[in-house]
C-alpha cells in the first residue's frame, strides 16, 4: 500500500502563492506519475498538473504559467507551486500517485485551498 499525505493548503488573496507537498509513504516502489487534481465545489474532479519520471510535466491551460509541478524523489515528495492565485482556483486539491499511466492510481486526502477576491 501507499500513503499520500498532502499539505500546505489554505486561505490566500487573489494574486497570492501558495505550495503543496505531497509526501508518498508505503510500498512507494517505483511511482513513476505523481499528479495534482483538484475538485471544486459542484464541480468534477479535474486534472491540474502532472508529472512523469524522466521530467515530462503536463498542465491544464488554465493553470498554465502559474502553476509549476515538480518531485523530490530522494524524499518521495511531489509540489505544486501555486502562483498569481484566482479565486476560480478555489478546490480542494489532491495529490494522486501511480506506477505508470493508466494504473491503478492511489490518492491522497485531500487539502483546501480558498483564494478570496
Known sequence: QVQLVESGGGLVQAGGSLRLSCVASGSIGS???????RQAPGKERELVA?????G???YINSVKGRFTISRDNANNTVYLQMNSLKPEDTAVYYCQAARSVGSVPYWGQGTQVTVSS
Open 31 to 37: 511511482l513513476n506519475v505523481m499528479a495534482w487534481y
Open 56 to 58: 515530462t510535466t503536463n
Open 50 to 54: 502532472r508529472i512523469i519520471s524522466g
